[in-house]
């Protein structure tokens, strides 16, 4: 891993561990991308840039009034760094100075190369684990004073390229800032696959696979979150590509927002691939002097399939991007009590569900809505954050808790008011929308304005009572509705266009300063389930609940999906009482995500608390080092409606975990299925027949599951190393 100039050829050449990234310097002073892959020892930029040349090229000169071309560089067609107005008609970003011209025209003035990357004071950023390095450049406009701090960073661990850019004014007067895209990856080919997650509540990030033609596919968001119909994370890959074969590029932006992708296809065959803040109702002003910080951009790239990227992608998202607060509740069985009595219970019955779970092994218990002020229903007292004793006495709730060893913890919703609240009624103001006409509701709750800091630090004091007052070790952060209809009293005019941005920096900035005030307690991501799952709420949030959809089978499609862009070990997964498989399968499925269940633990039958009590035993001998902290490996995928296969392999690739759903009843089926990820010399026993094999066996023979399986039987198998 470096970073390296040519000062003769104007070409920085940045090495991740097997990728290498060339930056191109040309004469016109705009920076270029000539190639980024595979590892190449150099590279011929006049032939990595040819190109068909677009309608022009050339330029008038003013210095001597001749009309001049630059050479190797094609407007519309060439491989751009950052491209703006003055040389594409798709940007990375425009500003417009009083109101008028929004073009950009960024031009080379200085660089350097340092040790470490880019961090933020309140946006989300890849941590420097330890030997990343930063090319950063310094571009000007060729007209405006405006400048561009552009920071690429390759890591050693991975092949992952983070980009950082920060904007300047300069100009003496107001900018008004009018798209902000992170990620830009021009590609000099029109033959790739886009793969995105689409989906919605309750069947978050499917899996869709489409071949790019001309023209430009939009992926998005425009709700205020990052949000349950797109996931901010998308893959270009060859149209062949397999798990394990063809290239693969993957695109994560770290932002919770409302966000924008768009994959061109350009009618000289360069694929351009931009990702950042939705502009459809973004315009920021940028005062003179001051600056503006995009949401960092992450790009990797995999030469061996889809598990390449995953792989690095899991990899620095473990370690460089999460960070946990108490790393026991995050690694503990967790009983949570939403779908066990939802709002309907006293302290009697929470009692006695905390002795219940105690017995099937719980070591967290999790106490969901319900517990504060009036709130019997989801119609009152949102926002109204302190303890209804008479309905839930926290206090002795803990006691018990800690009489069975287990950890407690509780639910809060932070960005969300109901209008029957004594907060609102107090503070109309707070609302992101006008209380005194018709208003939306979602959920019978408004949201509340985090873009005006005297909002975030009035909820910060009521939830910092809450925790400072009680032993919590766990909170789950919820966020229930979309904010398409908001509006904030502290803006005025075009400034009601930063709304969703500062909205997004408001929940950044709660964020921060309540994990870091209680550095003790574990935090769980939710909104409505997956509404917010990305890299930005992972920087916070170590772990993220994936879904309300609790039934087993839809969780292989949305965990399935899911497993492209984030590891296991971020995906909250537990146990319900959906009746569709047995709770054996049910177990074996949470058991590749955080684990935990979601259910009353009083309802069990002595066969089924028996059932999980054995999914527990292997949970405690595995799930550490294989689900957590291990490889994943898709083996095949639900969306082919068959069946579903993964295996999980720990790093010393000492033991693995096989888990086979099966869909689609089959008499007399053929089924062998080959892991991946082991040590082809080592003999590993397996639990499915107790069997003595090879790793290579494994991989290249399978495992043998010719038998008759109904539809939604599963097979969970451990290997071990003898």
Known sequence: MSITFDKDKRLFHLRGRDTSLYVYLHESGMPLCP?????????????????????????????????????????????????????????????????????????????????????????PYVRDGGGAQTLELTLKDFYKSVCVKLSLTVMPECNAVLRNTVLINETGAPLWLTRAMSVVCDLPRADMDIVHFPGEWCFE?????????????????????????????????????????????AFSLMYSGSF???????????????????????????????????????????????????????????????KDNNVGAYRSILVNSWEGCYMDYDTEKVVSLVRSAAKLGAETFVLDDGWFANRNDDTRALGDWYENADKADIARIIDECRAHNMRFGLWIEPEMANPDSELLRAHPEYAAVNLDTDFWLSRHQVPLNFADDEVVNAVYERIAAVLEKYDIEYVKWDHNRQLEDCRARNLDGAHQYEFYHRNTLGYYRLAKMLTQRFDKVHFQGCASGGGRFDLGTLFYFPEIWTSDENDPVQRLFIQYGTSFGYPPSVMGAHVNACGVTDIKTKAAVALFGSYGFELDPRTLSEREAAEIREINEIYRKYHAEVVLDGDLHRLISPFDGKAFAVNMVSKDKTKALFLYVNLLKQLRARRFVKLRGLKPDAYYINSLDGKKHKGEHYMNVGLNLSFDLSEFESRLVMLNEV
């Open 35 to 123: 190639y980024f892959g595979r590892y190449l020892s150099e590279l011929d930029v006049a032939a990595a840039l040819s190109a068909s040349p677009d309608w022009y090229s050339t330029y008038y000169s003013r210095a001597d009034g001749c009309e001049r071309s630059y050479e190797n560089l094609w407007l519309n067609s060439t491989q751009f760094l950052t491209p703006t107005h003055a040389a594409d008609a798709r940007p990375a970003m425009a500003a417009v100075e009083g109101f008028y011209d929004d073009k950009l025209d960024l031009r080379y003035v200085s660089h350097r190369i340092y040790d470490g990357k880019p961090t933020s004071e309140i946006l």
């Open 205 to 249: 990030r499917r899996l869709r696979r489409e071949r790019l033609t001309e023209g430009v596919k939009t992926i998005g968001s425009a709700s205020g979150r990052s949000s349950h119909e797109h996931n901010p994370f998308v893959m270009l890959a060859d149209g062949d590509a397999t798990e394990t074969t063809g290239e693969v590029y």
């Open 260 to 322: 924008k992708c768009e994959a061109c296809v350009g009618k000289t065959g360069v694929t351009r691939l931009t990702m950042g803040i939705d502009d459809g109702r973004f315009r920021y002003e940028v005062r003179n002097g001051e600056s503006f910080v995009f949401p960092e951009g992450v790009t990797t790239y995999g030469a061996r399939g889809f598990e390449s990227v995953s792989a690095d992608l899991h990899y620095l998202i473990r370690n460089n991007i999460i």
